[in-house]
T-cell receptor
Framework: AQSVAQPEDQVNVAEGNPLTVKCTYSVSGNPYLFWYVQYPNRGLQFLLKYITGDNLVKGSYGFEAEFNKSQTSFHLKKPSALVSDSALYFCAVRGIYNQGGKLIFGQGTELSVKP | DAGVIQSPRHEVTEMGQEVTLRCKLISGHNSLFWYRQTMMRGLELLIYFNNNVPIDDSGMPEDRFSAKMPNASFSTLKIQPSEPRDSAVYFC????????????FGEGSWLTVV
């Protein structure tokens, strides 16, 4: 079965500092990995995805993620955090084969950026 | 372009009443997903359609829940009768077929059953 894990329930960062939100995955075959962000009382917004190719993926709002096959990780990063980045972040893998095309989500990491 | 459109955005209903949630897919998309979000269980897939055909409904909690796609661009999720434990945020999402394609979410329907 395919799955993702987000080991941190919460990440606290000072504004201007770099941020990392961690994600590890478990898949059989090639992984199709996604990051979404959820602001309070809103839906999930797509940030970026890894399908194939360059291991460093750039996305919306200055975020990027690095695919690391040997460590089975897909950590989300941003060089300089903003207070407005405070939100709930979800890593997901898109299921294939008998799991169809659905997204399988991690439990989410709450990012808090303080001024 | 309009994104995934869900209605109602908020619903408060009494236990035992029927609830119908509605979703309009992004134009041209042919995969449709209904997810439920709760504090306890996180984001869980309820049902997934591809080209109007239900592919995976293993997440539908019980017979009280039903989902349909009367046409290629519209879906409903019905709960009858509703119970307080159904209180959650229900998200509809759509994409093009293919695991590399992005799944786009609506703003959600916030359901409270009292």
């Amino acid at each position: 079965a395919q799955s993702v894990a987000q080991p941190e329930d919460q990440v606290n960062v000072a504004e201007g500092n770099p941020l990392t939100v961690k994600c590890t995955y478990s898949v059989s075959g090639n992984p199709y990995l996604f990051w979404y962000v959820q602001y309070p009382n809103r839906g999930l917004q797509f940030l970026l995805k890894y399908i194939t190719g360059d291991n460093l993926v750039k996305g919306s709002y200055g975020f990027e993620a690095e695919f690391n096959k040997s460590q089975t990780s897909f950590h989300l990063k941003k060089p300089s955090a903003l207070v407005s980045d405070s939100a709930l972040y979800f890593c997901a893998v898109r299921g294939i084969y008998n799991q169809g095309g659905k997204l399988i989500f991690g439990q989410g990491t709450e990012l808090s950026v303080k001024p | 372009d309009a994104g995934v459109i869900q209605s109602p955005r908020h619903e408060v209903t009494e236990m035992g009443q029927e609830v119908t949630l509605r979703c309009k897919l992004i134009s041209g998309h042919n995969s449709l997903f209904w997810y439920r979000q709760t504090m306890m269980r996180g984001l869980e897939l309820l049902i997934y359609f591809n080209n109007n055909v239900p592919i995976d409904d293993s997440g539908m909690p019980e017979d009280r829940f039903s989902a349909k796609m009367p046409n290629a661009s519209f879906s409903t999720l019905k709960i009858q009768p509703s119970e307080p434990r159904d209180s959650a945020v229900y998200f509809c999402a759509s994409s093009l077929t293919g695991v590399g394609n992005t799944i786009y979410f609506g703003e959600g329907s916030w359901l409270t059953v009292v």
